[in-house]
């Protein structure tokens, strides 16, 4: 009987062998292109989720351990399924439950790490795999991204289309141009045809498409005459033209980086020097997006790292880094955005108090959306009744605050989950800062020192950025939120045993 047995229960084991190493290579597989790719991202996820399932119905149970942050999280989860059921528009809030699913990242992250090990391992090469990006944003900034316009013909065709000097020429037929040259390979079997462009002028990028002419001369169909490689564009890693998501995602692993460097015992060491030139250059990456909320984001997280490890000593470090800093910022910002630092009569700043007013008018028009909001992406359809943007005049998109985008759209108790969720998350990262087991290895400290600081810099950014809506962004902050439960259940099995 027993030898019957046996063979089946030996292959049983080995398959879940086999499934808990392939969840694990599903994590490392997130982890390495998170920094890069939203789509590769997602599929490393679901895979790992769908392994894990697998898994779950083999053993016929779910072994779930309880989690500090389950209540909150699952309580904000099922008050957005309420708020797109009830929605105004529940077709379009019901598509965007999807990516409410992300949230399962914290639960599969935190109830399949292995171990402490492998926890810092996985928060390592994080970091080290956005290391890459960041070595492309200096390859593009040496080698230009676009075309400056200088001067061009009467005759031009980009003239009938009101694009000029001081333009850029971003893409032509959806390539990425740097030279003349290259504009003329684009459209070379184009003449007597529309061709497709996109164009930068400051704070603005648009679409156009302009005419041919058949006699165009082949060597250079749109008759500019000077123009240069543009290298003052906002650094956006391979996002595209997304830098608000790239400055975000490099603000979470920046800080995380600091955290470890600030942990290490012996700074002076080569990995602390490594991880010193790694933070500065991290640093200098955020400046090159150009993005003002994250550049306090940063600033503040750093700052509070700073106050953590070295006390009073910290206020002359921020000191000294704002005198370094801040002139390359203001003149960055005026080469690229030609904006002043602080400005309430500047575009973006502008654009963000109109539709904050408009949004909070909206949210308390109706004590239906103080409870369950108006629906998740209901403003793509209904703006126009509610007179949102101006009436139309503004470019339509969200609410640009994280909390004033949740309260309009899920209500305010799903804020008020919100809320409770992150600073349960806090107080987890605060517990563990100060905890013996976690401050007795350098690396683990680092983590936790470094989640606390990006996380804090990713809320303050919330307040002006709805980057909670930035799958890219948020599935980063899931993931290091799912490491930090893990790291609490394994340390709190160690005490008890």
């Not at 990028?205 to 906002?234: G, T």
């Not at 307040?463 to 290091?480: P, R, T």
């Amino acid at each position: 009987m027993m030898d019957g047995v046996r063979p089946s229960h030996v292959e049983r084991s080995k398959v879940l062998a086999i499934l808990d190493r392939g969840i694990l290579a599903s994590l490392l597989l997130f982890v390495l292109v998170a920094p890069h790719s939203i789509a590769a991202t997602q599929g490393a996820f679901l895979l790992g989720l769908v392994l894990w399932i697998i898994r779950v119905v083999i053993r016929r149970s779910l072994d779930y351990r309880p989690m500090v942050l389950e209540l909150p999280i699952l309580g904000f989860v099922w008050l957005s399924l309420l708020a797109a059921i009830f929605s105004y528009e529940p077709a379009l809030s019901l598509l965007k439950v999807r990516s409410v699913g992300l949230f399962l990242i914290v639960f599969l992250v935190a109830q399949n790490l292995p171990n402490q090990e492998w926890g810092k391992r996985l928060a390592l090469l994080l970091v080290l795999s956005c290391m890459v990006n960041v070595g492309y944003v200096f390859w593009q900034k040496a080698v230009g991204r676009g075309l400056r316009l200088l001067e061009i013909s009467e005759e031009s065709p980009l003239r009938q289309a009101g694009i000029g000097p001081g333009d850029v020429l971003l893409r032509v037929e959806g390539r990425t141009i740097r030279s003349p040259e290259e504009v003329a390979a684009a459209v070379a079997a184009k003449r007597g045809e529309r061709v497709r462009l996109f164009v930068f002028r400051p704070e603005i990028y648009r679409h156009y498409e302009i005419l041919i002419p058949e006699e165009a001369p082949p060597e250079n169909p749109l008759l500019i005459r000077r123009s240069e490689p543009w290298k003052h564009f906002r650094a956006s890693g391979f996002y595209g033209w997304n830098y608000f998501t790239y400055a975000e995602v490099v603000q979470l692993l920046g800080s995380l980086l600091l955290g470890i460097f600030l942990a290490l015992p012996k700074k002076r060491s080569a990995r602390g020097i490594l991880a010193a030139l790694g933070v500065m250059v991290m640093a200098f990456v955020i400046l090159l997006t150009v993005t003002r909320a994250v550049w306090g984001a940063f600033a503040l997280s750093a700052f509070v790292m700073l106050v953590h490890r070295w006390g009073r000593y910290a206020l002359v470090i921020g000191i000294v880094a704002l005198l370094i800093a801040a002139p390359v910022g203001v003149r960055l910002l005026r080469q690229v955005r030609s904006v002043p630092l602080l400005s309430a009569r500047e575009p973006s700043t502008a654009y963000r108090l109109t539709v904050w007013r408009e949004g909070i008018h909206l949210l308390l028009s109706r004590p239906k959306h103080w409870v369950l909001g108006i629906g998740m992406d209901s403003l793509k359809a209904r703006w126009r009744e509610w007179g949102m943007f101006q009436e139309g005049r503004l470019p339509l998109g969200h609410m640009h605050s994280s909390p004033v985008q949740i309260a309009l759209e899920r209500g305010l108790p799903a804020l008020f989950f919100w809320f409770w969720w992150f600073a349960r998350y806090l107080r987890l990262l605060r517990l563990g800062l100060r905890s013996d087991a976690v401050n007795r290895d350098p690396t683990l400290a680092g983590i936790y020192l470094g989640t606390f600081g990006g996380t804090l810099g990713f809320l303050a950014s919330s307040l002006v950025h709805y980057n909670f809506g930035d799958s890219e962004v948020i599935m980063i902050v899931y993931f290091q939120m799912g490491l930090i439960e893990g790291f609490h259940r394994m340390i709190h099995q160690e005490g008890r045993g």
